[in-house]
């Protein structure tokens, strides 16, 4: 067997120590008898599997008791429609900050439900940064602003959050859990679990109690965060098995230091291929340098005829999706919570190799 470094956007790699545990207790969950993914959701043993994950989400990010923490399917993009009908009324507007591809779709999908008000946006540069604060147009009477914290295809990411009069959401999907973050800073976060929670399937959704007494009677109760935080999140069969793989990359993160650990890891990684990017007369960041994501890593070979030699020779020696978002062009190195350093050195190398060839 021969595994390659995966820098796929998402789904994405995930820890080899947690697909081991999962291939170990495939056949027989716990003397079950049965795998986790042919149990009952309602079984005593699913539950503690579900509850376990729970508690070790809320021990890792330090989420305190007046936040639901909710497992849920229909991925980041149903958020963008259940946050409006659970928080605001129809006449009601949400204030958006838009900097990139996802911000966009999250806007468009707010319009359906509500007003979606566009307070700042970084188009007119390219999607390359986030937009000064001092310049966020703050006079709408909207609650909430909502944010992309870390834009998967821009390859651009706040720093540092906004501490704003109004109750902030964001769209954590492709950064959730590779840094400390305060979640007393936000009512809302969402993220699609794909990238460095689990599996595809399974959503998180973490939202502060009081901000979920408005659904709309038509909210659609799969998407209603009270009637599911009352279900445990089971108000109907919920995505089991993604769940508790999400439940071993939770305890494998506990494991190796938690979440300030990983995120040293993760700076560390950033930081040795932006240098190096950043060196080089090559390749080139279209981001801010600012703003550059430590998850995502769009970067440019300055001779955009050599895009194909340079991704088929990194498939040839095991480095794998590479490709930039087909809106953007380009390469892209995802590197994420189970994407470790032996990877981005390996990438490094490569990098370095074809420079000296091509350049
Ligand atoms: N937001 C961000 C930042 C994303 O990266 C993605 C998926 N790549 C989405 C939303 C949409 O997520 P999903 O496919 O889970 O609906």
């Known amino acids: 067997m021969q595994r390659v470094y995966n820098f796929s956007a998402g789904p994405a790699a995930l820890p080899p120590p947690v697909l081991e545990r999962a291939k170990a207790e495939m056949l027989d969950y716990g003397s079950s008898g049965m795998s986790v993914m042919e149990m009952s959701h309602r079984s005593s043993v699913f539950l503690e599997i579900a509850s376990r994950a729970e508690a070790n989400l809320r021990s890792l990010l330090k989420i305190g008791e007046d936040y639901y923490v909710l497992f849920l399917q229909g991925g980041a993009t149903a958020q963008f429609s259940a946050f409006p009908m659970n928080l605001v009324s129809p006449e009601d507007s949400i204030d958006y900050v838009s900097t990139g591809s996802w911000s966009q779709k999250a806007i468009a999908e707010c319009s359906k439900y509500c007003h979606a008000n566009v307070i700042a946006s970084s188009i007119e540069t390219g999607f390359d940064r986030i937009p000064e604060e001092d310049d966020w147009n703050m006079d709408s009477d909207s609650q909430f602003v909502h944010i992309c914290s870390n834009e998967t295809i821009g390859g651009v990411q706040f720093k540092e959050f906004p501490s704003l009069d109004k109750t902030l959401i964001a769209d954590?999907?492709?950064?959730?859990?590779?840094?400390?973050?305060?979640?007393?800073?936000?009512?809302?976060?969402?993220?699609?679990?794909?990238?460095?929670?689990?599996?595809?399937?399974?959503?998180?959704v973490i939202v502060r109690k009081d901000l979920c007494s408005k659904a709309r009677p038509e909210t659609p109760a799969v998407f209603d965060y009270r009637a599911q935080a009352e279900a445990g999140s089971m108000l109907n069969t919920p995505p089991t098995y993604?769940?508790?793989?999400?439940?071993?990359?939770?305890?494998?993160?506990?494991?190796?230091?938690?979440?300030?650990?990983?995120?040293?890891?993760?700076?560390?990684?950033?930081?040795?291929?932006?240098?190096?990017?950043?060196?080089?007369?090559?390749?080139?960041?279209?981001?801010?340098?600012?703003?550059?994501?430590?998850?995502?890593?769009?970067?440019?070979?300055?001779?955009?005829?050599?895009d194909d030699a340079f991704l088929k020779e990194a498939e040839h020696v095991g480095l794998t999706n590479l490709k930039g978002h087909r809106s953007v062009g380009g390469m892209r190195a995802s590197i994420y919570n189970g994407v470790s350093p032996e990877a981005v050195y390996a990438l490094l190398d490569f990098m370095k190799g074809f420079e000296a060839k091509y350049g």
Request: charged letters at 20%; glycine letters at 8%; proline letters at 4%.
């Open 172 to 204: 954590m999907s492709s950064e959730l859990l590779s840094r400390q973050i305060n979640i007393n800073d936000f009512g809302l976060i969402y993220a699609g679990a794909q990238k460095n929670i689990g599996p595809a399937g399974l959503t998180i």
């Open 242 to 306: 993604s769940w508790y793989l999400a439940g071993l990359v939770f305890e494998w993160l506990l494991g190796i230091g938690g979440v300030d650990a990983v995120e040293k890891v993760n700076n560390e990684k950033a930081r040795s291929l932006y240098d190096a990017i950043q060196a080089s007369d090559f390749y080139d960041s279209p981001v801010d340098p600012l703003y550059r994501s430590t998850m995502n890593v769009p970067f440019k070979l300055k001779d955009e005829s050599l």
